[in-house]
């Protein structure tokens, strides 16, 4: 299967600032990559779909401005949450793959962000 | 769009204990079915799949897994446990090319 990288895997920021998330998948060409949200004992929330040279689609109440999506290559995709709160802390994950029929999404580990 | 529904959040067993966890969901069409184990610390890795054929489907690490169309269902189960099985357990239905996810079982095996 593939093999998902997220950096960092733990990250704090201070309410305000602004933190990139990295997403590489290190053996799949993907022109399509997915962004999740967990919060505590709450299931895997599809935030966006990552598109690669093109715009992200968001899903409704994802706020695009707010967590910023470039998927510049095949490889990589960044989420960057700017201005970020306390309640933009999260558990946030990435996966690859799975769109079409019959096939299987592959994950990152994920980053754990805590908004100080 | 698809919903999945996970009971009983914690479960604690004891090893050599059978697991069966519960999966229901709501969605008219064709659907993908999975079951994704994380483990402290670890991503999300796949124990199972059902796409079509046979409903009753085997993963890794002995466990299993069976379709139940007519109930929506797509329940795991292990018939004995071990301490390594301490994770949290996630039912996935894909449909229309969506993801969607449970809000997972924590395991806890005790030794």
Known sequence: GAVVSQHPSRVICKSGTSVK????????????????RQFPKQSLMLMATS??????????GVEKDKFLINHASLTLSTLTVTSAHPEDSSF??????????????FFGQGTRLTVV | ?????????????????????????SYGGTVNLFWYV?????????????????????????FEAEFIKSKFSFN?????????????YFCAVKGNNRLAFGKGNQVVVIP
């Open chain 1, 21 to 36: 998330i990295e997403c590489r998948s290190l053996d799949f060409q993907a022109t399509t990559m997915f962004w999740y």
């Open chain 1, 51 to 60: 598109n690669e040279g093109s715009k992200a689609t968001y899903e409704q």
């Open chain 1, 92 to 105: 946030y994950i990435c996966s690859v793959g799975g769109t079409g029929v019959g096939t299987e999404a």
């Open chain 2, 1 to 25: 769009a698809q919903s999945v529904s996970q009971h009983n959040h914690h479960v604690i067993l004891s090893e050599a204990a059978s697991l069966e966890l519960g999966c229901n969901y």
């Open chain 2, 38 to 62: 994380q483990y402290p610390g670890q991503h999300l890795q796949l124990l199972l799949k059902y796409f079509s054929g046979d409903p009753l489907v085997k993963g890794i690490k002995g």
């Open chain 2, 76 to 88: 795991l189960r292990k018939p004995s446990v071990q301490w390594s099985d301490t994770a949290e």
